[in-house]
């Protein structure tokens, strides 16, 4: 039981492994937007929303292409999915509503954050990769739950004090984000690089004395 448990848990890693630069391309968009939701001046309610709209639909994307890759090969796939199919949703309506009020715009965005943040707070526990990947995750759900009630109690006149709040949690949810990439990629190195390089290990030459003896 062991062993099998320990060849799923390999199986898994694996596929995190092979797909890792998707995590990459996620935490790379996150900071994007979340630096230039931060420093961007001025920024308009509208060109917010377009780029948060740009900002979903990637991160969208990213996850229904994962998803679709581990069908077959990970027991989530279909939570990847339907992260992916949130951000479209919101994505698109976001595209052909720019011109939302801000407290719709606010709505929409605190219960986009609750929903991919329980998902990922439920993945973390249905995940069999390693305990540091699990912590990881875990922690970016319950940063977009905190992030998303934190924005939905937020006052209509607070809108810099959203922009801000929403351009933190974008930094880390792509600081942790690219940490779980990273880590799965690492351990995944270490893990199985160690083996290979022990099976490639030529056999130590034998001592003059024991050729002698042989």
């Known amino acids: 039981m062991a062993d099998r448990a320990e060849d799923i848990g390999a199986a898994v890693l694996g596929i995190h492994n092979d797909l890792w630069w998707m995590g ?107 305990g540091v990947n699990r912590a990881l995750l875990a922690i970016v759900g319950i940063a977009a739950v905190v992030a998303g009630v934190i924005i939905l109690l937020q006052p209509v006149a607070g809108g810099v004090a959203f922009v801000w709040i929403l351009g933190l949690y974008a930094m880390v949810y792509g600081a942790l984000t690219i940490a779980v990439a990273l880590e799965v990629h690492n351990e995944f190195g270490r893990r199985f690089g160690d083996v290979a390089s022990v099976g490639e290990r030529p056999a130590p030459q034998r001592t003059a004395s024991a050729r002698v003896r042989g």
């Not at 920024?43 to 990637?58: E, R």
């Not at 999915?81 to 595209?95: A, S």
């Not at 939302?100 to 219960?111: C, E, K, N, Q, Y």
């Open 24 to 130: 990459i391309l996620q935490g790379v968009l996150a900071l994007f937007f979340g630096i230039t939701a931060l420093f961007w001046p001025s920024l308009s309610l509208i060109t917010l929303v377009y780029l948060f709209s740009a900002f979903v639909l990637g991160i969208g994307l990213v996850e229904i292409t994962y998803g679709i890759l581990s069908i077959g090969r990970r027991s989530t796939w279909w939570m990847n999915l339907l992260v992916g199919m949130i951000g479209l949703g919101v994505g698109i309506y976001l595209v052909r509503h720019p011109n939302v009020s801000f407290d719709t715009f606010i709505l929409v965005i605190g219960l986009t954050l609750i929903a991919r943040g329980l998902i990922d707070a439920t993945r973390s526990f249905t995940d069999r990769t390693k």
